[in-house]
């Protein structure tokens, strides 16, 4: 068995083996980029991150007497031919005071491109200089233990939020806020694992409390009940960060092509009075009400047609309306006015469509719109209004849609939730898996009573290792070699 001393530092220790190893390795070369992004500007920033960042300043600004943080005036020349390529500012960061956590200058010049470029060719005619690969300058933050893997995809995320909730979701991650909550929980593991090595040891010298097993039980359970908790959030946080998938289903020329071209405010879909024009998804990202959403335009569904193209679209919406998480509904006003029983009449609309009421929309949320009031009277736009979950409009006069896009973005606040700093969500399936197993071995370990019969306790004790090292896995202290490259192939060069 493993002392306590032992456990506590055998985890941190193979981290930092692993760290090292990858430090000593990236330490050989001094990576630069541009990292304001491509494109003419008023000023351009090159970012420089190693060893051999300060002869950079050197080379380029010449010597004098530079501090740390402080913005310099200099003219800045090529290293070789001493030729001026322009006059900027420099940047000098000393590790591990820095983003990367080591050595960092940066180089602020007129964002022209050829300007770009002379620096850019200075850099890499020093010995020792490279070009950064997308993602190196973050991965190297990682690797001197200045993000976690949490706070570096949040980082990612909040690179490419184009929401305000994304932003800020991305910027609660990036933030610490989830790496804060699952250290929490791993360190409770790690607390529970040591009395729990200490009851194997100790226990039959009656060196140790009696209820120390019952205390490690105890804690368990909370921990599990709290991680379970936590996974039990609808994947509202993955819903924000990818986009509310939605769906714009109704049978032909209702107006669903109408209803997005109106959202997307732009022709997406061509809009003709003939039944069936739209064969193929369309999709469409949008922003409604700072919610990300991937609105789609679908075939019109019926139960039988002739036309084989347009079975294959019809085909191809019911596959889709499988992985959506919203389902806007469009009806012809002047069909259902028809019926006596308005209600009925929605809850068979889905059917009458061809649709499997307990597969294709098992879990969908609804919205109803009924399109073409204007060719209905007042009095039965009334009745109409008083249905729930309905939202009465006109693709052609537009009456009524902008109150429909507001009733909108409340189903899409409470499809994402509302993200806070004090209550992080979970926004990767990557996260989800690893929590899942981690609640999976706790569980195991609870299912068995040490005291009832006999028990291998070095095999119960292992299963909250496996517990520890799932947390693990989703900050980056353990095992994530093989997941590095999929998370930081999303970032742009010079981050």
């Known amino acids: 068995m493993i002392n306590l001393k032992k456990l506590k530092l055998f985890l941190p220790f193979t981290t930092q083996i692993r760290r090292c190893h990858i430090q000593k390795k990236a330490k050989s070369d001094t990576i630069f980029a541009l990292s304001s992004g491509f494109g003419k500007c008023g000023v351009a920033v090159i970012r420089v991150s190693g060893p051999d960042s300060l002869n950079s300043i050197q080379k380029i600004a010449g010597n004098f007497a530079l501090k740390p943080r402080n913005a310099h005036l200099r003219s800045l020349r090529h290293p070789i031919s001493g030729e ?7 940047l000098w ?23 770009v470029q002379g620096i850019l060719e200075a850099l890499s005619s020093l010995p020792n200089f490279r070009p950064a690969e997308p993602g190196e300058f973050t991965k190297r933050a990682f690797y001197s233990g200045k993000l976690d893997l949490t706070e570096v995809e949040g980082l990612a995320d909040l690179i490419h939020a184009e929401t305000e909730l994304q932003r800020r979701q991305a910027l609660i ?30 226990a ?3 060196n140790i409390e009696d209820d120390t097993l019952e205390k490690v039980r105890n804690k368990l359970k909370m921990l599990a009940k709290d991680i379970e908790q936590h996974l039990k959030d609808g994947r509202k946080g993955e819903r924000l960060r990818e986009g509310v998938r939605t769906a714009i289903i109704g049978s032909p020329n209702v107006g669903k092509s109408s209803l997005i071209n109106i959202l997307c405010q732009k022709k997406v879909s061509i809009v003709t009075d003939i039944a069936g024009t739209t064969r193929d998804i369309i999709e469409k990202n949008l922003n409604i009400g700072g919610h990300p959403i991937i609105l789609a335009d679908t075939a019109g569904m019926r139960k039988e047609t002739s036309d084989v193209v347009e079975n294959e679209g019809i085909s191809r919406a019911k596959e889709y309306l499988e992985t959506v998480d919203l389902v806007l509904m469009v009806i012809d006003a002047t069909e259902i006015v028809k019926n006596q029983n308005f209600e009925e009449f929605l809850r068979n609309y889905a059917e009458n469509l061809g649709l499997k009421t307990d597969q294709s929309l098992k879990s969908k949320k609804i919205v109803y719109f009924i399109n073409k009031i204007d060719l209905i009277s007042p009095e039965e736009i009334k009745n109409l209004e008083k249905l729930s979950n309905v939202h009465c409009i006109s693709c052609k006069t537009n009456h009524g849609l902008n109150e429909a896009v507001v009733h909108l973005s409340s189903h899409l606040k409470e499809l994402c939730g509302n993200p806070s700093f004090e209550n992080p969500v979970l926004s990767r399936m990557r996260h ?37 090292r799932s947390i693990g896995k989703i900050t980056g202290e353990v095992g994530v070699e093989d997941v590095l490259d999929v998370i930081f192939k999303d970032f742009c060069i010079g981050k």
Do not use: N
């Not at 001026?84 to 420099?90: A, C, E, Q, S, T």
């Not at 690893?434 to 299912?447: D, K, M, P, S, V």
């Open 173 to 202: 991650q990036a933030s610490g806020s989830l790496s804060k909550l699952y250290a929490g929980w791993r360190k409770d593991i790690l607390r529970c694992v040591a009395h729990f090595e200490a009851y194997i040891d100790f």
């Open 84 to 90: 001026l390529i322009d006059k900027g500012l420099v």
């Open 93 to 115: 960061f000393p590790g591990p005071q820095s983003f990367s956590g080591e050595d960092s200058c940066e180089f602020q010049v007129h964002g022209g491109t050829a300007v």
């Open 204 to 206: 039959e010298d009656e």
């Open 432 to 468: 989800r898996h690893h929590l899942t197993q981690a609640l999976e071995f706790i569980e195991a370990f609870l299912e068995v009573d040490p005291e009832q019969g006999f028990v291998d306790l070095a095999i119960l004790a292992q299963k909250l290792r496996f517990a520890m």
